[in-house]
């Protein structure tokens, strides 16, 4: 059963950070390419940020610069760093895998950026 457990969101101040991590089990990571998405209120799903099995990293343009994501095959864990952060930026986050036709979903992790 492939499960992805996302965690370290939270309230923060504008311009602040955090990390959030997705820790998958189920799957051969390493194999996996593996995504962030959002869901702000009111909007559109959109995917934020996206890495390949092999590394290769692609963003949404609103995020290039502030947003990195990166992984760890020995931890199976993605992770989506998030600096500068605004409060448009104000989303439930969610960790997506996705190895042609197989797709999964984590259950999500509030993120709000408020003063």
């Known amino acids: 059963q492939v499960q992805l457990v996302e965690s370290g969101g939270g309230l923060v101040q504008p311009g602040g950070s955090l990390t959030l991590s997705c820790a998958a089990s189920?799957?051969?990571?390493?194999?996996?390419?593996m995504g962030w998405y959002r869901r702000a209120p009111g909007k559109q799903r959109e995917l934020v940020a996206r890495?390949?099995?092999?590394?290769?990293?692609a963003y949404i343009d609103s995020v290039k610069g502030r947003f990195s994501i990166s992984r760890d095959n020995a931890k199976n864990t993605v992770y989506l760093q998030m600096n500068s952060l605004k409060p448009e930026d104000t989303a439930v986050y969610y960790c997506?895998?996705?190895?042609?036709?197989?797709?999964?979903w984590g259950q999500g992790t509030q993120v709000t950026v408020s003063s």
């Open positions: 997506y895998r996705y190895l042609f036709p197989f797709e999964s």
């Open positions: 890495i390949t099995s092999g590394g290769t990293t």
């Open positions: 189920g799957i051969i990571f390493s194999n996996n390419n």
